[in-house]
């Protein structure tokens, strides 16, 4: 991954929330700002097209990764908590991530007109468990849209979940491999790292629980 460095979050303490006024470090998965940070502290990242993200009502926000897409690209993604659903003028200018048995990968879209990956302007995706998925994918609003599914991408996330295979990715990891393959069919170009810094509070986070897992494994050992 071609990343910024994380220096400015090596230094960021824990402070409170300009909005919420709760304590926070980072960044505020509620309101989705920077907390210790101002947002030019931040990568500026640019995505090719814009990402709604549906959170199933259950499904804790604090825990979630579409939190830190948000917080990564603020006027670019838009997370709504269900029942409400994003209203789409043209649903043939949108596709829905999900592998469902009519999903086609994004190189299987038409090459041209309606639907084609050139004339897509939004990618949805559903923030929840996979059985709580299900039940959101019956609401009408949602029926008829344009199903995708990406290629076998191994997660990375350490809290997988249970009794699921390790292509089940987080959120921001979906959103991210996504973009690298809608990259591919619209530009038409090698991709060189243009959306990795979706990932940087991610992989900030990934580096900072893996180096605690392996603390506590060399005390174990002990």
């Known amino acids: 991954l071609k990343l910024d460095s994380f220096d400015k979050l090596r230094t960021c303490q824990r402070e409170i929330c300009s909005k919420c006024h709760v304590s926070r ?8 700002l920077p907390v210790g940070l101002a947002h030019t502290d931040l990568p500026q990242i640019t995505l090719p097209i814009s990402v709604d993200v549906i959170r199933h009502p259950k499904e804790g926000i604090g825990r979630s990764s579409s939190a830190q897409a948000k917080v990564m690209c603020p ?12 209203f789409y003028e043209d649903t043939s200018k949108v596709v829905l991530l999900f592998p469902s048995d ?5 190189d299987e879209l038409p090459t041209s007109g309606p639907g084609s990956p050139a004339t897509i302007e939004r990618a949805l995706f559903i923030d ?10 019956r609401d009408q609003r949602l029926v008829g849209m344009q199903h995708v ?12 979940q249970p009794n699921k295979s390790d292509v089940c990715l987080a959120t921001v990891e979906a959103i991210y491999w996504f973009l690298r393959e809608f990259h591919s069919a619209v530009k038409q170009q090698p991709y060189n790292g243009e959306y ?5 509070l ?21």
């Open 25 to 32: 470090k980072y960044y505020c998965y509620s309101c989705f």
């Open 75 to 86: 006027s670019q993604v838009e997370i709504h908590n269900y029942p409400h659903v994003p």
């Open 102 to 106: 009519s999903a086609v990968k994004i």
């Open 128 to 137: 929840s468990t996979w059985a709580q998925t299900h039940s959101i994918l």
């Open 149 to 160: 599914k990406l290629d076998s991408f191994k997660t990375t996330f350490w809290r997988p």
């Open 196 to 200: 990795d810094n979706l990932l940087y």
């Open 202 to 222: 991610y992989a900030h986070q990934h580096q900072l629980v893996m180096s605690r897992l392996e603390e506590e494994r060399r005390e174990q050992q002990q």
